[in-house]
């Protein structure tokens, strides 16, 4: 995984809601303790955060129980210096040894091994050699997402190398991000789009047939940008047609954003809904008024 | 019938005491214009056995009283309305979204009303509370006989009491509109059109037009705020009526018998007892609802026809319908021009069936045994193994269907191919519910037996002994006279039998009963009964004597 940037500012009890990018810590600081701020979110967040304060006064620990939920937002991706026709050559050394057993010496793919990669694009080998899928383990072994067995570096000069020979989606570089201000659309976006596989808080879901929409816990910027771009197995492809490079920024706005969040409301399930709920009420709820009841029905 | 229900009411004294405390004094206004104080008297008087397992329905009585109080506070926020609005509350990651009002008002009690989420969120526990205690009391009145004669009504009351919570539970849960109580509905209306002939025109009829128009949250919000709710408080009275009438059901037990009842007073003892147990109730939903989060409806967004997410799941008590509904195969069925669409099935016949056989059980116990006597005591579940078979029979199919209904979220977390999962589901419906009954019967038969060799040939000391013939013999302790056998002369009674030696003694005096203070016996209450009588006839008469 290549979390660049760890967002551990949620700190306050609730921040259910705003981008913490590029905000100086020093500025937060002052808009935590109320302080005017001028950007529209800030503002906001600031008397999200006094009025809710009170409640949270009353709730108690809540954020101590709701904080299992780590804030490694991974943010914006590491910096997108031109790749170098030096890059290109290392990029196909490596994909040499790595993965010319299976997609062949000019990435025209190998029988009953691997697909073709001419034309799949330098955004679909970032997404998957990034995530780990590739180079893949053996002949039919499920292509999850497993610890990357390149750096970021040498997975940009893969990247680059296959995009250089047949062309395709490209890496995106620069800010992945959106406005801020957008995080709603990407809200709308997210749930139009993706939330009908991979759950309305990004929890992922199994499909028919045994395929699963994973999870989304674990993807940086870039690569929820080239899944976007590239849509493995049986994700579609988002295309630019379909959803502009902006949307896809607000839409990456959106997810980070919620996976960054606390939950306001206490812990938070695991955000799966109702189950988890239900598995509570007869586990901690009854459970306890059942202890209860024994207890009090031995004192009589 | 007996004895300290009918308590004594002194004619005479009452209308002769002057009050002199306030309260006295109220109380005489009140009594000289209602009169009601013998009734009160006598019910405060009540005793109520007491048995750990008749908590469970107090559970439900509790969770609906909390219901209603926090639902109160929801109403004063709530906007039972589907106009279009642009959000501008403080939760950012949904401003400028249009939704309805119904929803931008939820949005405003979590974010912008002063304990409104922790409200909103005991509500919702509170609710969960109310269906599962409702269930497990369910059970407790089943596997004892309670509903046997003359309590059969009670019993249909307490079917009628869960079917109205699943219907209440329903509509709370789609008020929100939010992206699951909206795929809710729009399941609920496909349920209404699979009806066969009529379907379609229940459906709009229900919606006031398409689905999902303008009316139909404003509909769900009179039927759970008024229509339902009154119902229930109607039906919870009439149970409660019928309970202080026909008077609780106890266990078998020493000075048990069919025509007392034992235990503790209405007031203050069991009043006391009571009260306490409410609150710690009460603290339980505040816990759940100040630390873990329910609902989370601005994770699921606003309702959209376009939207649908993985992992739509219902609260937990409408479970059994979706795994039903998941594990039911598509079968189309036409019939007379008329097409039965699958969903009927799973969502309407079975529920249906479950009902009607769990309404019509207590009678067919009552055919099928000829037992019409009526019944005060309750029998333990492993006196009676077919009918404890037949719950753990039940209880496992709706298991089954319950936990299909989250068979997505188990494949995924236990990484099982769905499909396997509704395979296995489809299986484990059919099977697992006859293998309950098979191991619930015979584990009521094993401790059956086990009670019988108990009273037959004593506990077992652990003391070996070894004979001069050098055979070993474990040393038995007979719980009463033996015959010339060493037998135990004692009968099975259907009660509890000790099985261990520190269990010995009579069981009903050794212990000290009482949450507050110790229970006196019996007889010693009667005779305080009759020392006050005395008192107070004495004092009546004295008065006289002064008036005259
Ligand atoms: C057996 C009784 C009841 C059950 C099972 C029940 C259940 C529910 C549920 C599950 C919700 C959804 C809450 C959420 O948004 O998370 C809800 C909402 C609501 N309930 Fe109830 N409820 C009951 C009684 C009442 C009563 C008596 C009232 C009012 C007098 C009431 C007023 C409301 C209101 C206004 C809402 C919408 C506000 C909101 O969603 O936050 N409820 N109810």
């Keep these: ?300 | 019938m007996t004895t300290l229900n009918e308590a004594p009411t002194v004619k005479g004294a009452r209308r002769f005491d002057k009050p002199r405390t306030p309260q006295g004094k109220a109380g005489k206004f009140f009594e000289e214009r209602l009169g009601l104080a013998g009734g009160l008297r006598k019910q405060l008087n009540k005793v109520f056995p007491d048995h750990w397992s008749f908590m469970m329905g107090e559970i439900a009585l509790y969770s609906f009283i909390i219901l209603i109080l926090t639902g109160t506070f929801l109403t004063f926020f709530f906007d039972a309305s589907m106009a279009e609005v642009r959000y501008d509350g403080s939760y950012v990651p949904l401003q400028g979204v249009e939704m309805s009002r119904a929803y931008a008002s939820t949005l405003h009690i979590s974010f912008d009303v002063r304990g409104g989420l922790i409200l909103r969120q005991i509500h919702h526990w509170a609710a969960l509370l109310f269906m599962a205690a409702m269930t497990i009391h369910m059970f407790r009145v089943f596997f004892t006989g309670a509903f046997r004669k003359p309590r059969e009504l009670n019993w249909l009351i307490g079917l009628g009491l869960i079917t109205l919570g699943l219907v209440e539970g329903f509509a709370g849960y789609s008020l929100p509109d939010d992206l699951l109580s909206g795929t809710g509905l729009r399941i609920a209306e496909a349920i209404m059109q699979s009806i066969p002939v009529i379907g379609t025109w229940v459906a709009f009829l229900a919606f006031g037009g398409k689905f999902p128009g303008t009316e139909i949250i404003g509909r769900l919000y009179i039927v759970h705020v008024l229509l339902v709710p009154g119902i229930l408080a109607g039906l919870i009275g009439a149970h409660m009526a019928l309970l202080i009438k026909q008077k609780h059901t106890e266990f078998p037990g020493p000075g048990k018998s069919e025509h007392t009842v034992s235990g503790e007073r209405m007031y203050p003892t069991y009043a006391a007892k009571a009260g306490g147990f409410f609150f710690i109730v009460f603290a339980v939903c505040a816990a759940l609802g100040g630390l873990a989060q329910i609902n989370p409806i601005w994770l699921y967004g606003p309702y959209n026809t376009a939207q649908v997410s993985a992992g739509s799941q219902p609260d937990f008590y409408i479970g059994f319908l979706d795994g039903s509904t998941r594990l039911f195969p598509s079968w189309e069925i036409r019939l007379w021009h008329h097409t039965i669409p699958a969903l009927f099935w799973p969502t309407i016949v079975l529920p249906g069936i479950l009902f009607t056989l769990a309404g019509a059980y207590p009678f067919l116990e009552a055919k099928l045994t000829k037992d019409r006597a009526k019944h005060h005591l309750l029998q333990r579940p492993r006196d009676v193994p077919v009918r404890t078979g037949l719950g753990a029979m039940a209880i496992t199919f709706y298991g089954v269907l319950l936990l299909s209904g989250g068979n997505d979220l188990i494949a995924k977390a236990f990484d099982i191919s769905l499909n396997a999962m509704t395979w296995a589901g489809r299986i484990g419906m059919l099977l697992a519910p006859p293998l309950a009954y098979v191991i619930a019967y015979k584990a009521c038969i094993g401790l059956q037996r086990h009670d019988r060799e108990v009273l037959e040939h004593g506990i077992e000391t652990g003391i070996i002994k070894r004979l001069p013939n050098g055979e070993f013999i474990e040393i038995h302790q007979p719980l009463g006279a033996v015959d010339d056998h060493g037998h135990g002369l004692l009968e099975y009674a259907g009660t509890p039998v000790p099985k261990k030696m520190n269990k010995l003694g009579n069981p009903q005096t050794a212990r000290v009963k009482g949450f507050f203070r110790p229970v006196r016996e019996k007889a010693e209450i009667e005779a305080e009964l009759a020392a006050l009588e005395q008192a107070e006839a004495e004092r009546a008469a004295s008065q006289r004597e002064l008036t005259d």
Excluded at chain 1, 8 to 18: H, I, K, T, Y
Excluded at chain 1, 82 to 94: F, K
Aim: hydrophobic content about 35%; aromatic content about 4%; overall charge neutral.
């Design chain 1, 1 to 300: 995984m290549t979390d660049d940037t760890v967002d551990a500012d949620s700190d306050l009890g609730f921040d259910p809601a705003v981008s913490d990018r590029d905000v100086p810590t020093a500025a937060r600081a002052a808009r935590a303790s109320k302080a005017p701020s001028s950007s529209r979110g800030g503002g906001l967040r600031s008397k999200v955060s006094r009025k809710v304060s009170s409640v949270l006064v009353l709730i108690g620990a809540l954020a101590a129980v709701g904080g299992g939920y780590s804030l490694l937002a991974p943010s914006s991706s590491a910096d997108q210096t031109a790749l170098s026709a030096a890059d290109v050559e290392t990029g196909r050394q490596l994909y040499e040894s790595s993965c010319i057993t299976c997609h062949g010496s000019n990435l025209q793919g190998v029988q009953g091994r691997g697909p073709s990669l001419i034309g799949v694009g330098s955004a679909a080998t970032y997404f998957q050699v990034s995530t780990g899928r590739m180079p893949a383990a053996g002949q039919g072994a499920t292509n999850n997402r497993k610890p990357a067995k390149f750096n970021e570096q040498q997975t940009q000069q893969i990247a680059a190398y296959v995009g250089s020979v047949g062309g395709g989606p490209q890496v995106p570089t620069g800010d992945l991000r959106g406005n801020p201000q957008n995080i709603s659309d990407g809200g709308e976006l997210f749930r139009l789009n993706c939330a009908s596989c991979h759950n309305f808080a990004g929890k992922g879901a199994p499909l028919s047939a045994g395929k699963v929409a994973p999870s989304l816990n674990n993807a940086t910027d870039l690569q929820l940008y080239t899944a976007m771009l590239s849509g493995p197995e049986n994700m579609p492809v988002f295309s630019d047609n379909q959803i502009t490079p902006d949307q896809k920024k607000a839409i990456i706005d959106y997810i980070q954003n919620l996976k960054a969040s606390k939950d306001p409301g206490g812990a938070g399930l695991d955000r799966i809904g109702p189950v988890s709920e239900g598995l509570l009420i007869w586990t901690a709820g009854l459970g306890v008024l059942m202890v209860a009841i024994l207890w009090i029905g031995r004192k009589s």
